[in-house]
């Protein structure tokens, strides 16, 4: 029994550790910080924007899709507004570019952006 | 997530049991605050045929420039993406001729929703037939369903999407009835297009209302619809034809 109880352990060991060192990713890792256009004023604080802001979009996803709500400040074109990054021309880096706000921290957690296979990942929202 | 919650949720579910507390009351559907796609309306087109000439595509160009469809592309031309055609048509009985815009036609009951397979295809409160990208698997069975050849299939991946018209490779699209402007209380880009060249042959409004000028309309003129016989309720009504 122990013989199989050891390597279970070992690994629910390192899951474990696995699970800190994301979370500390998550609420320390290297971010974008500062970029937003204004600071402090981000619909939720920066701690709940780095853990649920793809709960957000995709729940305003659906309400805009479907509803048609369309509010100012939780559309995915908000948040490009706000966290664009200039490139050394003065306009705002696409998605292709590593400076991009969304990427500065994907291209570290090696989650793909699905968004912007469809959407402009420049600001520049059109109402 | 409570911070992001929406109370026009909780509105629209208290609407819907006062609707069923009150069984035989004939009541209006619910409308959740905020939302933009209002249950009592229908968006419709009425186009006026005898106004529209052979020659004349501004409908048509100022679509493509607006959403970005008609942007130059790799494949082949007859794959292009086209949201809107210009079609000249013969009655061969009479020989009259017509010419006319022809985009996704708004149905009520629209095949296109029928037949997805992924509810990628929906209707709108507001009768705006769309397509959920979100969810679209690109299958274009709903190409094949629609007898109006008013959807297109993206072949390649887009970049520089237009504002308010997100566009994915391997994704169906088609006239939204420029849902965002709509949305925002502006006309559809081809409506003010159309008006912009003089000729003013498309009117743009809510079919529901019996006093919009687009229903006065329709009660004087009984336009025509294309494919009538399919009996799919079309919301875009062509008047001349």
Redesign the interface.
Known sequence: MVGVRTPVLAALLLMAFALVFATDFVATGAMAEGTAKWPGQC??DSA?MRR?HF??LL???D?T???????SD?SL?ACLDCHAVKGADGHAV?AADSRHFCRTCHDSAAVRIDCF????SAP???? | MTDVSNPSRRSLLAGLATLTLAPGIVLMAPQPAGAAATAGKRWGLLIDTTKCSSGCDACVQACGAEHGWSDPTHGRPDQAPRWVRKVDVKDPASGKTASLPVMCQHCAKPPCVDVCPTGASFKRADGIVLVDRHICIGCRYCMMACPFKARSFVHEDVTSQRPGTPRGNGTVEGCTLCVTRVDAGKLPVCVDACAGTGKGAILFGDLNDPNSAISRRVREVAPARLRADLRLDTGVHYQGL
């Open positions: 619909v939720a709940t649920n709960e957000m729940h305003q996803r309400d899709m479907r509803l048609g709500e369309r509010p939780r074109g696409t296979s469809c959407h402009n520049g929202r059109g109402k």
